[in-house]
């Protein structure tokens, strides 16, 4: 059973970074297509950033303007999301979710089968 885990999120000021990590127990990361969204309680799911299983393709929505790059380590058996010059609108509960099946990339939730629990990102001055 593939086991999917966030970690790195926490409290920085407008204009800081955090390197949020993604691990997968079970299985190698490299036969997952990789995808990062995010919540907030008064926003549906919201697509941040995805990769493929080859890390040749990656994707991130129109709005991202370089701010997030996603990168794997098929080492460490992790994917990383750098999230830089941050604003109090990332403030959010990010989300690793792995999918076998995604041919390439995606910013479609229902692309993957294996969700993390969160982590929680605060931006605040």
């Known amino acids: 059973q593939v086991r999917v885990t966030e970690s790195g999120g926490g409290v920085v000021q407008p204009g800081g970074s955090l390197r949020l990590s993604c691990a997968i127990s079970g299985r190698a990361i490299i036969d997952y297509a990789i995808g990062w969204f995010r919540q907030t309680s008064e926003k549906e799911r919201e697509f941040v950033a995805s990769i493929s299983k080859t890390t040749v393709n990656t994707q991130y929505p129109g709005g991202a303007g370089g701010r997030y790059y996603i990168f794997r380590d098929n080492v460490e058996n992790k994917v990383f999301l750098q999230l830089s010059n941050l604003k109090l609108e990332d403030t959010a509960v990010y989300y690793c979710?792995?999918?076998?099946?995604?041919?390439?990339?995606?910013?479609?939730?229902?692309?993957?089968?294996?969700w993390g629990q969160g982590t929680q990102v605060t931006v605040s001055s």
């Open positions: 979710a792995a999918g076998r099946r995604v041919p390439g990339t995606s910013g479609r939730s229902s692309s993957y089968d294996n």
